[in-house]
């Protein structure tokens, strides 16, 4: 229950306790440096296709250009799509512990009020793990 008060105090105090997948802090500039390679990469491909609409002579050449930038194109569209998923995850963890840390909140308020069985619901559906070393109770949320 000390725990609980202290996150009732300051609900960050939930952060040590808790498993969140962090946003890398570079990760927006990493996102826009990938979607400036990929847009540099359209260009290449979109001024390749014209020359070879313009009927050049070494049309052979440009096809295997364009189909390796093209290659290029997709594992750097694969690259921007982790890096978004990745964030949306970090979003998500972040807001799943805030919750947790409301839950809390909520339960040591009212905690005169609950039953020993309602106490032990709420303590369940925040608590994801405690493990007891012998001397240190460790609690996962």
């Known amino acids: 229950l ?3 008060e202290k996150i009732k105090i300051n609900p960050d105090v939930i952060n040590e306790y808790a498993e969140i ?3 890398p802090e570079d990760s927006e500039e990493t996102l826009k440096g990938l979607e ?3 847009d540099k990469i359209r ?3 979109m001024r390749l296709t014209e020359t070879l609409a313009e009927g050049s002579n ?3 050449y440009i096809i295997a250009q364009i189909e390796k930038e093209d290659l290029s194109l997709e594992a750097i569209q ?4 982790i890096l978004r998923s990745e964030k949306r995850k970090a979003k998500v963890s972040k807001a799943s512990v805030l919750d947790r840390a409301k839950k809390i909140k909520k339960l ?3 905690l005169s009020e609950l039953s020993a069985e ?3 619901a709420i303590a369940r559906e925040v608590l994801q793990e405690c493990t007891w070393d012998g001397e240190t109770l460790h609690i996962k949320m």
């Open 43 to 45: 260009n290449r491909i």
């Open 108 to 110: 040591m308020s009212n």
């Open 118 to 120: 309602d106490k032990n």
């Open 21 to 23: 997948k962090e946003d």
């Open 2 to 4: 000390s725990t609980f």
């Open 58 to 60: 070494a049309s052979k």
């Open 78 to 81: 694969r690259e921007i799509n």
């Open 36 to 38: 400036r390679k990929a």
